[in-house]
């Protein structure tokens, strides 16, 4: 009669698997595996995801052996210099949010991925993807307050506002584009996100041009942006 499978598993000696996990490890050296991914990646054309790895017939090291040795996938392709960006699918993205997420404990912020930039995607990119870095969190599990996901919202379509009329939006513009747009948001429900209080459009706009900073854009000191 066989042994039970959870029996077995209990009945593990703890010592002489990390052992064993450790030589495993030294099959490959770091740089070994780095090489594989880059090689792969420029196979492919894009950031490999682990079945594509395990599939690609010149790659060697298992995917999980690239996990014992960095921690995680996308640790070891951000060692070896292959952050999806670009390429990135949209689960991908999501990945990379959850991770940040996990590593800060809490929910991520734009700010959180301008100081993380050199290994998540940027927000443009996010935005591009899902509509907007608060729909990217959500369907990413996270949950946003409403007040919070209405001024990013608020703040992104600004600043989509802004390119397009090359200047920061004024209250009156933005209520001219909700006529041709019915996706954005009323110029009354921004003004309230500030409290309808005197000044809080010009509050809007400095978020706005302090993301259009962040996404590159160049604004100008009476509010010109050029792109």
Known sequence: ???????????????????????????????????????????????????EFLSDPETHAHPQTVIEHFGSWNAAKRAAGLVPRRFA????????????????????????????????????LLWHTFGSLSDALREAGF?????????ERAIAQGAFLARRLGHLPRFAEWGEAKRADPGLLTEWQVYRLFGAKR???????YLVRERLLEEGARVTPEGAVEA
């Open 143 to 151: 949950d946003l307050p409403v007040g919070e996901e209405r001024l």
């Open 89 to 124: 699918t949209r689960e991908e993205l999501l990945v990379q949010l959850r991770e940040l997420g996990r590593e800060l404990g809490r929910t991520p912020t734009g700010r959180d991925l301008l100081e993380h930039r050199s290994s998540m995607p940027s927000k443009s």
């Open 1 to 51: 009669m066989h042994e039970s499978p959870y029996a077995a598993i209990q009945g593990i000696d703890l010592a002489a698997l990390e052992g064993f996990r450790a030589g495993i490890r030294r099959r490959y050296s770091d740089d070994q595996i780095l090489a594989e991914l880059r090689g792969c990646a420029e196979r492919l054309g894009r950031s490999p995801t682990m079945r």
């Open 199 to 205: 000044g809080g459009w010009s509050a809007l706009q």
